[in-house]
């Protein structure tokens, strides 16, 4: 089952990015996403802050049949190709083929200095996550791998046990760079994009840049990187803010102080903020895919019953 489709013509697909706080209100989750209609679980990768991904999403992998399970998004910086390969494809078995694999550059400056680690540039950091997705799906396909880069060396590296159940994991690439979406819009499956801007002084919160000359410009860039695909990826929003109201125009001028960055009218038109009844939001989701061809987002738990609500009104035209 998919999450909507708009007049039976274009499928809006919403996932649900979550972490557990314990196990019976985690899986409780995980089984409300599945019902609900919703297309995947998605947990971030925050070692230290936030629980591990793969623990939790196998847990969830026991007690749903359907949504798809994944990373949103493993931090490049903490892993190697074997290590990350051989978890996904743990979870690949353990759900019987519904593992993503998402990969992000990393931006938490704690990540990298409380193991005695300087922070990395930007480039460094895209780089080490390019490469480790260039390896990683090349283990994940049975390819006998060796390599020898900036950051990674293998020597006829194969992932042999566990096997992915699917023939191809699909790769999630999310940033907002241009480097990484040029590459995302090459290589990956999905392209998650946040709008999110520069890393603000707590180290891990962003300023955002959410003007629509901005979104168009990455999913410009996007689609010119993937020009030569058979398939293009499909673009994923993370939506911030999902607010239900009969007064949209208030309600983005009470919550944009609280969006470093972000103009009343970017909250109002952007697809990383959803403000306004659920018949407005539903249009600006069918215009969204019309003009942009953005037909995925992700969202988060308290949101869910909402979005049913929006979901329910795109499904009915």
Known sequence: ??????????????????????????????RGVEHGGFHALYAADHPGTAPSPFVALGAAAAVTERVELGTCVVNSGVWEPLALASAV??????????????????????????????????????????????????????????????????????????RPVRDHVPLLVGGNGGRVLRFAGREADIVGITGLGNTLADGHSHGVDWSPDAVRRTV??????????????????????????????????????????????????????????????????????AALGIRRYVIRPSAMPDVRLILDALAGG
Request: include cysteine; proline fraction near 3%; hydrophobic fraction near 40%.
């Open 1 to 30: 089952m998919h999450a909507a489709c708009c007049n039976g013509q274009v499928e809006i697909r919403v996932s649900v990015q979550a972490a557990p706080k314990d196990g019976a209100s985690w899986l409780e989750l995980a």
């Open 220 to 289: 410009e860039t996007v689609r010119s990187a993937s020009g030569h695909r058979d398939r293009r990826p499909e673009l994923e929003a993370l939506v911030q803010m999902v607010v239900v109201t009969d007064d949209a125009a208030g309600s983005a001028r009470d919550l944009v102080s609280f969006v470093e960055g972000a103009t009343v009218e970017d909250l109002l038109h952007s697809p990383f903020a959803w403000i306004g009844t659920v018949e407005e939001i539903a249009t600006k989701l069918r215009e969204g895919a």
């Open 89 to 162: 494809a743990t979870l690949d078995v353990l759900s019987n083929g519904r593992a993503v694999l998402g990969v992000g550059a990393g931006h938490t400056p704690a990540e990298w200095t409380t193991t005695g680690r300087a922070f990395p540039s930007a480039r460094q950091r895209v780089s080490r996550m390019i490469e480790l997705a260039d390896v990683t799906t090349r283990l994940l396909d049975g390819e006998t791998t060796s390599y020898r880069g900036e950051y990674f060396t293998l020597a006829d590296a194969v992932l042999s046990d566990p």
